[in-house]
């Protein structure tokens, strides 16, 4: 239950395109979820985030879109860039827990075809 | 910009030593947090520390792991006596209100 899936592994987008990557959650008590952007030997940087009271997030050309019900949730990149390839992993945390552990997904390795 | 700081960048030491990976959490943060990603894989929970001492720890995180906020500023991961299989990046993050900020990773190679 403490799981989170993400699809797709992998992702092709040519520039200028959407990228469009899926995670999953099972454990209701998850309500931060947010979204993470790694380049190789480097560590996860923080992209954008969004608590469960509300449905879409935009920060610049990234947007998450959240579906409660479904308990699915989602990153759109518009304009994806070729600066844009890098691995992406959701993840999930259940902020009135005792340690907010952050509970990652596998990571879709994105990349961006000038 | 505050970041979260680690050493060294790379460890490279043999099966049964000990190691000492080092982190320096953002300066106003209270939660700190050690995380390791096995190459290829996902990123990984190991342990939470808050308030001078550990507030939760994963499977991985076994008698072999401590961890120890020495003084003001330095957060450690003690690993005792290292196996193979301890072979991967470890990240430190600190969360000040809801996000969590990486370090940049030490790789632990166990050879």
């Known amino acids: 239950q403490q799981q989170v899936k993400q699809s797709p592994q992998s992702l092709i987008v040519q520039k200028g395109g959407i990228s469009i990557i899926n995670c999953a959650y099972e454990?209701?008590?998850?309500?931060?979820f947010p979204w993470y952007q790694q380049f190789p030997g480097k560590g996860p940087a923080l992209l954008i985030a969004?608590?469960?009271?509300?449905s879409e997030k935009k920060e610049g050309r990234f947007t998450i879109s959240f579906n409660k019900s479904a308990k699915q949730f989602s990153l759109h990149i518009m304009d994806s860039q070729p600066g844009d390839s890098a691995t992406y992993f959701c993840?999930?945390?259940?902020?009135?827990?005792?340690?907010?552990?952050?509970?990652f997904g596998t990571g879709t390795l994105l990349a961006v075809q000038p | 910009e505050p970041e979260v700081t680690q050493t060294p960048s790379h460890q490279v030491t043999q099966m049964g030593q000990e190691v000492i990976l080092r982190c320096v959490p953002i300066?106003?943060?209270?939660?700190f947090y050690w995380y390791r990603q096995i190459l290829g894989q996902k990123v990984e929970f190991l342990v939470s520390?808050?308030?001078?001492?550990?507030?939760?720890k994963s499977e991985i995180f076994d008698d072999q792991f401590s961890v120890e906020r020495p003084d003001g500023s330095n957060f450690t991961l003690k690993i005792r006596s290292t196996k193979l299989e301890d072979s991967a990046m470890y990240f430190c993050a600190s969360r000040g209100l809801y996000e969590q900020y990486f370090g940049p990773g030490t790789r632990l190679t166990v050879t």
């Open positions: 454990n209701t008590a998850f309500d931060y």
């Open positions: 520390f808050y308030n001078n001492e550990i507030s939760e």
């Open positions: 993840a999930a945390s259940n902020l009135g827990g005792a340690t907010n552990k952050l509970i």
């Open positions: 969004i608590r469960p009271d509300v």
């Open positions: 300066s106003n943060h209270l939660y």
